[in-house]
Structures are given as structure tokens and as C-alpha cells.
């Protein structure tokens, strides 16, 4: 019963390198989100998809990229990291609506020096 | 848009003892509301939730009922245990949303034997 796994679950990056933090869900969920968890921030959406080949803006989108090819995975891209992206970033699935919520993956913190 | 506030932290209780995390929300329509738990390392886990006015969602002991005329859902437990020390997220999702969910800060508890 894997759930939501995410890669890596730790990195550290040098300002201006790029990165790829995957997520992957054996769930057959529609929908999946990348959100970052700072403290005293909670969690902030940066990204969304609705559906295989769908991706749209959530709440912090700028200086990321996001791409689902296949509707098990959903890949969160930083170009050129910087260290405001140094944070804990969280993937989440759900099959849509209210009934049965998000499962979430374990994480995967990101520092960036 | 959409908002969560949720009592600052952190909570410090002694084992046994009476909890309540106060949360409120403001919301377009009637949104879907939820409590999340995260354990130290781990992503959160869906703990209870509430679809409409006046339900009450519980679970491990857990309680909390949606309150429409003070837009409150405040989590309640009668008798807390070592275990139970996490941070607790507030959330809703409203209607339209593409099913995003809206987090509110954290509120870290800590029980003490």
C-alpha cells in the first residue's frame, strides 16, 4: 500500500541549480497538488492537476514548473533555485470532491545554499 | 477569497487533559471543512471532517462540529495522550475550487506524561 511517494526525500542545491522533485500515487486519483510547508506559513498550494495532460497555478507558482505525462505522476520542476525555495515540499492526491480528502506524501526538504 | 485562522501555538498540555484548537474560516458559500494531523517527519493525515452545517466529525477521540453561524470548527479532545503531540491543520474546501484545499498556519501540541 505505497500511497503518495515522493523522490528525493532530502536534497541540498547551490543557488541556480535545477532540480525535478517527483511524486507518484497507485491510487488512480485525478487530482494531484505540490504544496510547500514553511514555518509559520502552514502549507501554501503551488501547483495543481486536474487530470492527465492538466496543470494550472495555485497559490506560489513563480519559479516553478510542473508537468503530468502520466496520470500517476506529477513532477515539480525549479529551474534555477534559490535559497526562498529552501522549504518542505508536499505532494497530495485525491480522487476530487470532499468525501475523501487528500493522502499526502512524506515530503521532501529542500535547502538551497 | 478564501481564509483559515487557527489558534497560534505551541500547545503544551500534561497528559490527560482537556483539548480545543479554535478555527475559524471565511469562505464564499458553504465549504467543505477538515482537520489534518502531521506527525514529527511524516505528511498529513486526514483526522476528521465535516460536509455541512451542524455535522460533527470525530475520530481516535477527536471532535470537532461545523458551526455555520460563527464560521468555527474547533477541535476538541477530552482526554489527550503523549501521542497525540503533533501540529494540527485546519482546512476547507469550497465549492468550484477544483477541489483545493485551503490550509490554516498549524498549531503545534505537545503532551506531556
Known amino acids: 500500500n505505497a500511497g503518495v511517494t515522493q523522490t528525493p526525500k532530502f536534497r541540498v542545491l547551490k543557488t541556480g541549480q535545477s532540480m525535478t522533485l517527483l511524486c507518484a500515487q497507485d491510487?488512480?486519483?485525478?487530482?494531484m497538488y505540490w504544496y510547500r510547508q514553511d514555518p509559520g506559513m502552514g502549507l501554501r498550494l503551488i501547483h495543481y492537476s486536474v487530470g492527465e495532460g492538466t496543470t494550472a497555478k495555485g497559490e506560489v507558482p513563480d519559479g516553478y514548473n510542473v508537468s503530468r505525462l502520466k496520470k500517476q505522476n506529477f513532477l515539480l520542476g525549479l529551474e534555477s533555485a534559490a535559497p526562498s525555495q529552501t522549504s518542505v515540499y508536499f505532494c497530495?492526491?485525491?480522487?476530487?470532491?470532499?468525501?475523501?480528502?487528500?493522502?499526502f506524501g512524506s515530503g521532501t526538504r529542500l535547502t538551497v545554499v | 477569497g478564501d481564509s483559515v485562522t487557527q489558534m497560534e501555538g505551541p500547545v503544551t498540555l500534561s497528559e490527560e487533559a482537556f483539548l480545543t484548537i479554535n478555527c475559524t474560516y471565511t469562505a464564499t458559500g458553504y465549504p467543505s471543512l477538515f482537520w489534518y494531523v502531521q506527525y514529527p517527519g511524516e505528511g498529513l493525515q486526514l483526522l476528521l471532517k465535516a460536509t455541512k452545517a451542524d455535522d460533527k466529525g470525530s475520530n481516535k477521540g477527536f471532535e470537532a462540529t461545523y458551526r455555520k453561524e460563527t464560521t468555527s470548527f474547533h477541535l476538541e479532545k477530552g482526554s489527550v495522550q503523549v501521542s497525540d503531540s503533533a501540529v494540527y491543520f485546519c482546512?476547507?474546501?469550497?465549492?468550484?475550487?477544483?477541489?483545493?484545499?485551503?490550509f490554516g498556519k498549524g498549531t503545534l501540541l505537545t503532551v506531556n506524561p
Open positions: 497530495a492526491s485525491s480522487y476530487g470532491g470532499d468525501r475523501y480528502g487528500y493522502t
Open positions: 491510487m488512480n486519483h485525478e487530482y
Open positions: 482546512a476547507l474546501m469550497s465549492g468550484g475550487s477544483n477541489y483545493k484545499l485551503t
